[in-house]
């Protein structure tokens, strides 16, 4: 299991066509840094998707993408 500590929700919305490394540029550019234990969440512009960002605290990332239906895993190094 995933320890998240703090869910962090972004004001702008994000391109869901964007990639890991995308997303995580975003973090990094507002936070200076992806935290240990962090969620990081980001909507589309029509507010029905959603995409996370979790930092695992051993510098992998899980990302994955949720729309109304449900959640489905897209990746994870």
């Known amino acids: 299991m995933i320890r998240i500590d703090q869910i962090w929700l972004a004001v702008e919305p994000i391109d869901m066509r964007a990639g890991t490394e995308t997303v ?3 973090v990094v550019q507002v936070f200076g840094a992806a935290q240990p234990h962090h969620a990081y ?12 960002l979790v930092h695992d ?5 899980f990302h994955q993408q949720a729309d109304r239906l449900g959640l489905q895993r897209l990746s994870s190094s």
């Open 24 to 26: 995580l540029a975003r």
């Open 41 to 52: 969440l980001f909507a589309n512009k029509r507010g029905n998707r959603l995409k996370v």
């Open 57 to 61: 605290g051993l510098a992998r990332k």
